[in-house]
């Protein structure tokens, strides 16, 4: 850290949410600082029915920032299961779960193993599907059976609140403020001033400012940024209970239960599974606005136990419960000179069991590293860079809201399937699968294709398992100090990483090769480029030959790949991914 502006002037976060504490703490990594404009009183109400679901990605991002593994904090699923009816239509077990999921689950109910045993099966006699049974043709999708990759965690969003805010009082570079509600914001060319009221109000003068701050964002509100989308969308009546399922760590959406309910039909059921023997339900509401009342959520429970089950009602302890309104809306704009929106100040989406905070991690993924290179070289031109924030992400989420609207029809309102998807009902199970699990246009991790930053087409390029724009898969990689590494773990330091396929160097000391081949030109041309980068050495990266050297940025996307040392081409794409015209000098 230098003195001057840099002491002075930190990025102001308006909002302390999981999106602003991720924020500061990414902006932490990358030297830094920040002030957190908290509204509230600096800690969070233990509430159990709102949770979130993290994919893969954005769980390892928490887990770097925080140096805190989440798997106490929530449960990792063990497998998925999709029924509908009494049938089950697709089940799937996650990585390094498979011995757990042997028999069909925990027996009872309607446990099954690979989509390969029905309720009427010997397995469940007895349960709520007794007397009728189901073949694997009819029960299984064989294209969904088996394991699904990753596991999705399921955590508290209090839970993983706390675990943010107590990474960030470890933090030097972050301040929070806390009963600090915003409501001005001046900007100049030099920077931005913020207002806030309350027993502590007071004006603060920042580099930057970012509203994480929430649906109703002052924020936005502020900069007279639209926010245009569609209300309630969906609605979810939810409790979470202390009890026992038949699929212990297993996640369960149930379409259409077989067993009569009180009130309207519950349509869709889900489970989710917390520590400690928590599961929370949600049951999808019908259009409209139906009061859900204590009496119908008791009811609703009761019967729901039951037919999962197949006998009297379980005991049961009801914990917390809520209703969750699901809308969908896309800020017209970004960015506003030197302010910037991101998480639900920006969008809203979350039908179909799709995660609006994987998003909005996400935006702190991508706007971070692009703060960090404006704010530590403030007298270089960075506006092309900040821009392709709004560029990239926006472009993301609306075609994550497209998908979403295209799919509601036709799973919600069951016409039109056959010019959608085949398979009648198994294409409703694929699309609601896609947004639980994080994966396809639903739900999977956004590539930056048609970026701005994207390198430009080059004799020496090579294609790669990994798209340009594209996360990069994890693989193990020897680090500057010869120790071995997850590529993951060297992601959001605020340098460029370049990475050289090399087999058989994982055997040798990095003072044997660093010296040997083409290591020392290679060496040469990371040293050469216009922004600060880290060379790293892996045995192998899927569908890469051996020299290839990969450029990857530091939110983890793909910048290309490159047929062995070519410096001009590598440092052309370099300066691409900056958003540079001319680049720079080389800064440490």
Known sequence: MGGGRRVVDPVIIVGAGPVGLTLALALARQEVPSVVLDDGPGKDEPRLARTVVLREDTTALVERLTGVPLDGAGVRWTGWRSMRRRQLMRRLVFEGTADEAQGGGHGGGYGVAEGTRGPGSATNAGGAGAGRGVSAEDSADPAGAGAAGPAPLHIAQHVLTGVLRAAIARQSLVKVAVESRLDGVEQDTSGVTAHTRGPKGTWWRGSYLVGCDGPRSTVRKLQD????????????AVAALRTELPWDGEALLHRLPPWRTS????GEIGARPLPEGVWR??????PGKELVTPELLVGRIRETLTGWTGNATPAYELLDTGVHTVHHRLARRWRAGRVFLAGDSAHLLGALGT???DEGLRDTDNLAWKLAAAWHQPHDSRDALLDSYQ??????VSGRLRAADRALPVVRGGGGLRSYVPGSARGHDALLADGHLGQGPLGGPGAYAGSPLAAPDDEAT???VTPPGAPVVDVTVTAEDGTFVRLRDRLGRGALLVVLVAPGTGVWARRHWMSAGIMPRLAAAVTALPYRAELLVTEGYPGAAPHTVLLVRPDGHLVTAL???HPAALYTATATALAAQEPTAHTT
């Open 391 to 396: 560029e990239e992400r926006r472009a993301v």
């Open 462 to 464: 090579v294609p790669v």
């Open 225 to 236: 940024i639209r926010f245009p989308g569609r209300t309630a969308v969906e609605r979810y």
């Open 355 to 357: 995660q609006g905070l």
């Open 563 to 565: 047929a062995g040392v």
């Open 281 to 286: 339900l949600d049951w999808l509401l019908p």
């Open 263 to 266: 009130g309207p039909s519950a």
